[in-house]
């Protein structure tokens, strides 16, 4: 791999990178499957990624026709990171075992070791005999959404795809590492005037936000429309308030202490709720939701914008659920992405029916939405998240912080970057967009 850094950082042609040997192993950050019942009987607050995330050198896997090598320059943490090195909901092998049984370059994915990473921006080092729209030397960001074009179920909303998956968390051979196997139509330009850490820390949590606030398919915003904002400093609550904003509605944002109300101020959300400092206490007990507490919330909401939010945007899951469904206004949606708390979900059905709210459910992104969020950065519309940067070899450690709720925005990891602040190409275009804008969270971090 060190040719290739070089070959980058000397700017040579794609030619010259496309000509150099891929390495027959490469170093990567990986959880083992021996190691799957690590955790047994741990609290989940308890289990610590840097005993589980592993970083060392994985074989190099065959190219397929559709796909491409990048090397990868930087990557970034996302919680499903988290997820897959304290092994939960489940042991992400059953996910790559599935894929391998698919074809005979889906076998390529069932390992003993997964390769995690679901983030990353680098330069394409080769390219299979399908694809015609990337060449080595292209500098790229990489989006998640892993999908093939057979099914026709792909053909309208990718997403729907039977056979979508995560890259790099439901398949192998993800960002956190030295290289990456992508699909072709995984890739998306880098926008020229971001760093390589703060390009690749927002692919997954931008794209998630774009569908969840933007797209017709989950939140569909319109203008004057306010939405409630739970973790609104965090990875993609930071987004959606960005989304909210640009598209001529009302955040509410909510976040657990001063210094991420003071950021989300920054950010330019004038209504902000610290849910610590409030205390709400939407669970009496394990088994119990206090509906006063829900109400609590509402008038909260209503004090500073005199009316109830259109849109929830949710995703800590059993802990707020309820409450979310409740503040949501009549006719007002719910966008669900996730459950950090936990899956299994309550809320008063009641409150749902009688005034016609709507439960959303959405899920990354297809390629058109995250193609869409990236252009955005690009034109600096959408700022990036990045708050840490960490070293390849210390990814537990920020896997661990993220797991913690430690931090702000996005985590960044550099791979193959010997150091940050490399990469940017316009350098008069970061200057018209603004350092203070494009490093606010790095700032607060
Ligand atoms: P993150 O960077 O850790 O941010 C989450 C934020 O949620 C935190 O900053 C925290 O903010 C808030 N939070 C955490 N626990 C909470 C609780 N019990 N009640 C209220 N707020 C709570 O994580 P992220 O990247 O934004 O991801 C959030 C979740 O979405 C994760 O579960 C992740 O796996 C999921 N996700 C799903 C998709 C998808 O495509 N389906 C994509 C991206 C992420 P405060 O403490 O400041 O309130």
Known sequence: MREI????????????????????????????????????????????????????????????????????????????????????????????????????????????????????????????????????????????????????????DSMLADNQRIWGFETNYGGLADLALVKANQLMPKPAHLTWEEAACNALCNSTSYRMIVSKHAGALEQGQAVLIWGATGGIGGYAVQYVLNGGGIPVGVVSSPERAELLRAMGCEHVIDRKANGYKFWADEHTQDEKEWRRLGKDIRGLIGRDVDT???????????????????????????????????????HLWMKLKSIVSSHFANYKEAWAANQLLAEGKIQPLLSRVYGLDEVGEAARAVHRNETEGKVGVLCLAPEEGLGIDDPAFREQVGEDKITLFRNAG
């Open 5 to 156: 850094l070089e070959a980058i950082q000397a700017g040579a042609s794609g030619d010259d990178i496309g000509n150099l040997p891929i390495p027959e192993s490469y170093r990567a950050a990986f959880v083992q499957r021996d190691e799957a019942g690590m955790w047994e009987g741990v609290a989940s607050e308890d289990k610590d990624p840097r005993k589980s995330l592993h970083v060392g050198e994985i074989p190099t896997p065959e190219l397929a026709p559709d796909e491409a090598y990048v090397a990868v320059m930087a990557s970034a943490i996302n919680f499903n990171t988290v997820w897959t090195s304290i092994f939960e909901p489940l042991s992400t092998f059953g996910f790559l075992d599935r894929l391998g049984k698919e074809s005979v370059w889906g076998a390529r994915h069932a390992r003993d070791f997964h390769a995690v990473g679901s983030d990353a921006s680098g330069v394409v080092v080769k390219v299979g005999s399908a694809v015609r729209k990337w060449k080595p030397g292209d500098k790229v960001t990489v989006h998640c959404n892993y999908v093939d074009d057979q099914s026709p179920s792909a053909h309208d």
């Open 312 to 350: 929830v945007f949710e995703h800590p899951g059993r802990s707020t659920f309820g409450a979310s469904v409740f503040v949501a206004a009549r006719g007002g949606k719910i966008v669900t992405c996730a459950a950090t708390s936990g899956y299994m979900i309550e809320y008063d059905n009641r």
